[in-house]
């Protein structure tokens, strides 16, 4: 299937439009008409419906693939690239809010090369490994609540190095006078009816809660989008709604239970790819 289709395809279900999909895209509605055609054909089945405009079971179903798809064709080219040749003295690092950055180590080095660029970008774990695959970001620290010998769950972005940067208690933060606050330990599938803030961006996402209790539940309460910790701190010590994450995030306010079932920890990972001698400096301030 050609990737240029594809992309249009994905644009067009995305925004529930082939006019909007043009004018995002650069092309003429014609032009999107006529692609999204030639994928039809190529696959042998339609892949959406013209009005209104939705997916067909099909479209659906391609559409699960499309994602992954050009993020690989995207993490090849970065790949090369990569390889390729020397880029700019610039450094592009990528962490999650809670990864526990070690700027002391990026000021280091960052002043042993006073001539180099050195960014930050601060993002959700799947923003960051994926900003890495596909050469946006140098490097990046993500981070998530696993059990021990599990990987952190990441985007299949292809050939990327992945390394342990640090492992620390995972708790459920709970405000500081709530009823359980005082307990030794807690069942995670025992809190499967509380009511848990949905902040995909900086704590443990709802999906990934049922998957580690292996229990259906954990209902959203409010819902928060951002990455600042301290606002998502506040939220949780006013009551709307708990979360699984490291000891070491508990603010004023909000207590750590420990998860006595299953057995968990927050691990930090630093994921990247090929790197440029900037980047290797920092990658080796934090593994030192």
Do not use: C, K, N
């Not at 993002?123 to 990987?151: I, N």
């Amino acid at each position: 299937m050609d990737p240029h289709l594809l992309r249009t395809f994905a644009a067009v279900a995305r925004l529930g439009s082939f006019s909007a999909a043009a004018d995002e895209l650069g092309y003429t509605q014609s032009a999107v008409s006529q692609q999204i055609a030639a994928l039809e054909q190529d696959v042998g089945a339609p892949l959406l419906r013209r009005r209104p405009v939705a997916l067909t079971d099909a479209g659906a179903r391609l559409l699960e693939h499309t994602g992954p798809i050009l993020l690989r064709l995207a993490a090849a080219r970065a790949d090369v690239v990569r390889l390729a040749g020397p880029p700019p003295a610039a450094v592009v690092l990528g962490a999650t809010p809670l990864s526990g950055l070690d700027a002391a180590a990026v000021v280091r080095v960052r002043r042993a090369m006073p001539r180099v660029t050195f960014t930050l970008h601060v993002a959700g774990a799947a923003a960051v490994a994926t900003g890495v695959a596909v050469g946006e970001l140098d490097l990046g620290l993500v981070d998530g609540v696993t059990a021990p010998s599990d990987p952190l769950p990441l985007p299949d972005t292809g050939r990327l190095t992945t390394a342990p940067v640090a492992e620390r208690p995972a708790v459920v933060a709970l405000p500081a006078g709530h009823p359980l606050a005082g307990r030794r330990g807690l069942r995670l599938a025992d809190l499967a009816d509380a009511v848990w803030l949905d902040a995909p961006e900086i704590a443990t996402p709802l999906e990934r809660l049922r998957a580690l209790a292996r229990a259906e539940g954990f209902r959203g309460g409010l819902a928060y989008p951002g990455t600042d910790a301290g606002v998502f701190s506040s939220l949780i010590a006013a009551g709307a709604g708990l979360a699984l994450l490291p000891e070491s995030a508990l603010r004023p306010g909000v207590r750590g239970v420990p998860v006595a079932e299953p057995r968990l920890v927050h691990r930090t990972d630093l994921v990247h790819g090929s790197l440029t001698e900037p980047a290797a400096a920092v990658r080796d301030a934090f593994m030192a």
